[in-house]
């Protein structure tokens, strides 16, 4: 894990401590990616994962839930 992903975990875990909010929405990330200072710079393109899933989606095994 690198530094970035490190301070992004890190300020999700503020976020959720200091407002009890252990499930934010994704409209509140969103607001917590700005305030780290991102900014959308290009245009979309493709979504590549910085790393390979070390378990394909679809190999995973069933949840309880099915």
Do not use: C
């Not at 301070?7 to 401590?17: G, T």
């Not at 009890?20 to 245009?43: I, M, N, S």
Request: glycine share 4%; proline share 11%; hydrophobic share 35%.
């Amino acid at each position: 894990m690198n530094e970035e992903q490190l301070e992004f975990i890190r300020a999700i875990d503020e976020y959720k401590r200091v407002n009890h909010r252990p499930f934010p929405t994704w409209t509140e990330v969103l607001d917590l990616v700005l305030y780290l200072g991102y900014r959308k710079v290009a245009p979309v393109g493709e979504f590549k994962l910085t790393k390979p899933r070390q378990t394909p989606i679809r190999n995973r095994p069933p949840t309880s839930a099915q």
